[in-house]
């Protein structure tokens, strides 16, 4: 009678069937290609700085900008923290924020393998990852602001940095939670907003004591050391590690979908197919169209304006998420006009 392997076997044999993987995928990479994107990255880089160095300026500001700067300048710093968490949490919602391969959902997250074992590496991977980038642009960032503040470029780096470093494990946390507690899409889309309009209704001191502030005093530690960043790294470390914990409960279906949907997507890219590329990120966010359009709108005869008339139907069938994200973006961009 066949009897089934212990688990740590299983797990052994788990973690060595992706090691060879891995070396085979690597030995299977060019010298050639992979001289050619670090060059790209190197290239991209260099440009996103320059820009950034030209956009930022080298004058010092003057005393009430710098006081300005340091009453209020946390607040919409932590707004960027606050999107990062609202895309964490939709990316989770939708059995994200870890895309396998189609093979490992099928072949793996069906065996009989512990599934928090068998996600907990490309989920660490891929947080190894996202850390290491958001390190680096921290720095950078951290680099340019000291240009016109005061203190060492050296701890502005640092400051950017460890910024950067919170919001990636704050965004990437909160995913790994809602994708582990099942939240409903409506819920995440939900909470996502609501912190990103607590955060603006904070820089705009309409309210004060955004949740995303905290974080947002980490960046501005050179010339203010708030303690209450240090709140905000520890519930950024307290999310990482329930996120973990919680990295096995993922829905196979979703993860499946998501896998089929990013494979495409990639391939799409590669090819520079801009329109498939936009249909399948709408699939991705499941922004499906709705069955029943917002208004009833009934054909009679020939129209005398076809097009016309079909682009309003199409607009009347937009989903909820959709149309929210447009007034969302129409009224940053009113912010943007009104600020500069």
């Not at 495409?264 to 590329?277: E, I, S």
Request: with cysteine; aromatic share 6%.
């Amino acid at each position: 009678m066949l009897t089934a392997a212990p688990d740590a076997d299983l797990e052994g044999s788990l973690a060595e069937w992706r090691r060879i993987r891995r070396r085979k995928r690597l030995a299977e990479v060019h010298w050639i290609d992979a001289l050619y994107q670090a060059y790209l990255t190197a290239l991209l880089g260099g440009t996103a700085v320059l820009i950034g160095a030209g956009f930022v300026g080298d004058g010092f500001l003057t005393p009430s900008q710098l006081e300005r700067l340091t009453r209020d300048g946390s607040d919409w710093v932590g707004l960027i923290t606050a999107a990062v968490v609202a895309v964490g949490l939709r990316s989770g919602s939708r059995g994200g924020p870890v895309a396998l391969e189609r093979a490992d959902v099928r072949h793996i997250l069906l065996a009989p393998v512990d599934r928090t074992t068998a996600m907990r590496g490309p989920a660490l991977r891929q947080l190894r990852f996202l850390l290491f980038v958001a390190a680096l642009t921290g720095a950078v960032a951290g680099i340019l602001a000291a240009h016109r503040l005061p203190e060492e470029d050296i701890a502005w780096a640092a400051c950017g940095a460890l910024f950067a470093l919170t919001t990636i494990a704050l965004g990437y946390g909160a995913a790994l939670c809602a994708s582990g507690l099942r939240m409903p899409s409506w819920l995440a889309s939900l909470l996502g907003l609501g912190l990103i309009v607590w955060a603006i209704a904070d820089g705009a001191n309409v309210v004060e004591g955004s949740p995303t502030s905290a974080a947002g005093h980490i960046a501005l530690w050179p010339l203010d050391m708030a303690p209450s960043g240090f709140v905000a790294i520890g519930i950024a470390i307290v999310l990482l590690v329930v996120g973990i914990s919680l990295v096995g409960n993922v829905s196979v279906e979703a993860a499946e979908r998501r896998s089929t949907l990013v494979g495409q997507l990639r391939f799409a890219a590669t090819l520079q197919d801009v329109r498939t590329v936009i249909v399948l990120r709408r699939q991705l966010a499941m922004e499906l169209p709705r069955v029943q359009p917002w208004l009833p709108v009934q054909a009679r005869g020939t129209h005398r304006l076809p097009v016309w008339t079909r682009g309003v139907r199409g607009l009347l069938r937009w989903p909820a998420a959709r149309v929210a994200r447009l007034v969302l973006l129409g009224a940053i961009a009113g912010l943007a006009a009104r600020g500069a």
